[in-house]
């Protein structure tokens, strides 16, 4: 089992500039969770998905924030324009449904400049 | 969903059992306690999950009062590696994993 596979693990971008995160969940999980991790916040959920489709996305700070599950093995994260405030890790994580835990990916950390 | 309070430091000797302590009064009947770890950056690792009994597994044990408003995480021994953020999560029913500030644990030598 390879674990929650997330891409890219760095980026760095300019401020504007569209950037989109990747996560492929460890198959056979059907829920799916984005995560953002400042020093300031902490681990904050930004949204979550149960069989494709997003139930929570209440924590999505913005609307130039998006997620996406086009199918079970897909997620993306798209932050569209960036901005220097958006700069933190972003996790992944997925999950067979309750009450099995959550497995976490190594994450995307942002850097928009 | 039911919050969760830890003490935002503790220290351990290596060597010696280490008592993060977790509490959760609001918890619902059917609402798990979850704990994780994280070392620096690196994604959160599952560590322990209950329900109303005691849990061990490889890593820990997990101790829940009988009224289930606190639990305790135990690392029996341990290490200068076990050094890390220790959360407590009390899983929502409608699936949200809410992450709380958690305990930073340093085990000293």
């Known amino acids: 089992d390879a674990g929650v596979i997330q891409s890219p693990r760095h980026e760095v971008t300019e401020m504007g500039q569209e950037v989109t995160l990747r996560c492929k969940p460890i198959?056979?999980?059907?829920?799916l969770f984005w995560y953002r991790q400042t020093m300031m916040r902490g681990l904050e959920l930004l949204i979550y998905f149960n069989n494709n489709v997003p139930i929570d996305d209440s924590g999505m700070p913005e609307d130039r924030f998006s997620a996406k599950m086009p199918n079970a093995s897909f997620s993306t994260l798209k932050i569209q324009p960036s901005e220097p405030r958006d700069s933190a890790v972003y996790f992944c994580a997925s999950s067979h449904g309750q009450p099995s835990p959550l497995h976490f990916g190594n994450g995307t950390r942002l850097t928009v400049t | 969903d039911a919050k969760t309070t830890q003490p935002p430091s503790m220290d351990c000797a290596e060597g010696r059992a280490a008592n993060l302590p977790c509490n959760h009064s609001t918890i619902s009947g059917n609402e798990y306690v979850y704990w994780y770890r994280q070392i620096h950056s690196q994604g959160p690792q599952y560590i322990i999950h209950g329900l109303k009994n005691n849990e061990t597994n490889e890593m820990a044990s997990l101790i829940i009062t009988e009224d289930r408003k606190s639990s305790t995480l135990i690392l029996p021994h341990a290490t200068l590696r076990d050094t890390a953020v220790y959360y407590c999560i009390v899983r929502g029913t409608g699936n949200q994993f809410y992450f709380g500030t958690g305990t930073s644990l340093t085990v000293i030598p």
């Open positions: 198959s056979g999980h059907n829920s």
